[in-house]
């Protein structure tokens, strides 16, 4: 069906007249057949082709296009998170542990919103969630296109930075956790406002079960917002377990 499917007006032109000459084709051998050829010219078999044939022509290509479409929405919804557009948890998850096979180095970044109930609950859902898409936007802006980033909570974020030492990844985790300037809903009395983000990191080993390193970045994060968030804090052995 995607061999089928017309990506442009040109194509659209062209693969309509290829089926209307394969119908004109058919209309010929069907009144050779039964030894009527001589009763019609040439343009009839043009004509019937054109407009007994091209509107069933026309509506499979409507449908085609409308499938491949759907399919293609449904395939992003199931891999992508809707509000931000980041990999979804499942996915962060596959092409994280896939990634980890293919390099030696990387570094796992998790990063959750500090305080975000509050701008909930007290500027609306619709804030939050321009808050989060602003998040997303800030965290693309901060890693290089071939880095994994996820949202594997409400207002948790992952990523994973290939080939990275710690002190790259700590460098990008710094940035991060920078103040966010965000625009509230449109019509709000209120201003811009501000989000910061705790950052949790922990370094990638080849023999280190995936669900061992998140385990590991988490612990760092619940670390960093107990000393006060908005900070960057490494796992090491002495962290303490919670």
């Known amino acids: 069906m995607r061999i089928l499917e017309p990506r442009s007006g040109s194509a659209v032109v062209g693969r309509f007249a290829v089926v ?55 395939s992003f919804l199931s891999r992508k998170d809707g509000l931000t557009g980041l990999n979804n948890r499942r996915t962060f998850f596959e092409h994280t542990d896939s990634r980890r096979k293919e390099c030696k180095d990387g570094v796992l970044l998790l990063v959750d919103a500090d305080n975000f109930k509050r701008i909930n609950d007290t500027y609306g859902h619709q804030t939050g969630d321009i808050c989060l898409k602003r998040i997303a ?81 988490d612990q760092a994060l619940y670390k960093a917002k107990a000393d006060g968030r908005a900070r960057l804090v490494v796992w090491t052995e002495q962290l303490p377990m919670h």
């Open 20 to 74: 209307v000459c394969l119908i004109a084709l058919v209309n010929v051998g069907f009144m050779r057949a039964y030894g009527m050829s001589h009763l019609v010219t040439p343009l009839y078999y043009v004509l019937h082709a054109v407009f007994v044939g091209g509107p069933f022509v026309l509506f499979a290509l409507f449908v085609i296009v409308f499938q491949i479409r759907l399919q293609r929405k449904l």
């Open 137 to 217: 936007k800030t965290l693309r802006k901060n890693v290089r296109h071939d880095d994994i980033i996820g949202r594997v909570g409400g207002e948790e974020f992952a990523i994973f930075l290939r080939n990275t030492s710690l002190e790259q990844a700590r460098a990008v985790g710094e940035r991060l956790t920078k103040p966010i300037i965000f625009r509230p809903v449109n019509g709000s009395s209120v201003r811009d406002l501000r989000v910061t983000l705790s950052v949790g990191a922990a370094m990638n080993f080849a023999d280190q079960p995936l669900d061992t390193l998140f385990a590991r970045a």
